[in-house]
């Protein structure tokens, strides 16, 4: 059984449509895909119409957080949020919330890049991108106007947290996320804790903590890690009794990663599927 808990659709930013999405999973051989697009749940409806025979759609979606950094500080850290109920009126404003930070952060960004001089229309992005707008969208725009020569190159150069154009968001605090979570009956799981090229790293300590307040589970075998920080992830989750996953963390053509290069334990999707209540897997 083949399982990849993390992929992104053009709900949010990938570039595949959902039923695209599901589509390519299963031509990838996977038997389960979860739909996790950030901060949003609006890709589920078409990824579940769209599902083929024989495989079995995890609806999930990815948040934007803040948690504690190795040296204090505050840092952003994505939560995984699975099978939760989509209609938990306290968890839906606060996704509402999120959403309108990330509409107003891309159109600050988009607006110094114009008063700059860069050919980039933000009311044209953000029509393109709705609700779940996010930096892949300005950096598709800016590969589109001839400005750089990739997405990657897009966000070493001018989309970077060190870059002129960067403009921080209100994330929602880890412990509240993970709080919300279970509150809507799903199962939260941190991601790619320790992807380094990403920027500061979440304190490990803090996932003790989390444990303690109903997270669920790590990802530890992610293509931002190295086999020595997924080896950190796994024995993390052992002495806390969390559950491991394995993903693609799949963006279609904005990342060169393929559906299911890494992997969910049978028996870890299992459990997880186990211990969530909000809503169920849908088979195909």
């Known amino acids: ?70 040296d204090g500080a505050p840092v952003a850290v994505h939560l995984l949020a699975y099978l939760f109920d989509p209609q938990d009126p306290v968890f839906v404003a606060e996704l509402e919330r999120l959403r309108g930070e990330r509409v107003s952060r891309i159109r600050a960004m988009g607006t110094r890049m114009a008063e700059d001089g860069l050919p980039i229309d933000v009311d044209a992005v953000l029509v393109q991108a709705g609700p779940a707008a996010g930096r892949p969208h300005l950096a598709r725009a800016l590969v589109e106007a001839g400005v750089v020569p990739t997405v990657s190159d897009a966000f070493t150069e001018l989309l970077s947290p060190r870059g002129r154009y960067y403009v921080p968001k209100a994330d929602t605090p880890l412990v509240d996320a993970v709080k919300l979570v279970t509150a809507a009956g799903g199962v939260p799981v941190v991601a790619h804790a320790r992807a380094r090229a990403r920027g500061r790293l979440l304190a490990l300590d803090q996932i003790e903590e989390l444990a303690e307040l109903g997270l669920g589970g790590v990802e530890a075998d992610h293509p931002d890690h190295s086999e020595e920080d997924a080896r950190t992830m796994k024995d993390l989750a052992r002495g806390l009794g969390l559950i491991v996953t394995g993903s693609s963390d799949y963006h279609g053509d904005n990342k060169d990663v393929m559906l299911g290069r890494f992997t969910t334990a049978p028996e870890a999707y299992e459990a997880l599927v186990d211990r969530a209540s909000g809503v169920e897997v849908i088979a195909g």
């Open 1 to 70: 059984m083949r399982i990849d808990l993390h992929t992104h659709s053009t709900a949010s930013d990938g570039t595949d449509g959902p039923a695209r999405l599901v589509r390519a999973a299963a031509r990838a051989g996977l038997d389960v895909v979860a739909l996790t697009d950030h901060d949003t749940t609006s890709g589920w409806d078409e990824a579940a119409a769209a599902l083929p025979p024989g495989l079995r759609l995890v609806r999930g979606m990815e948040m934007s957080c803040t948690g504690r950094g190795e």
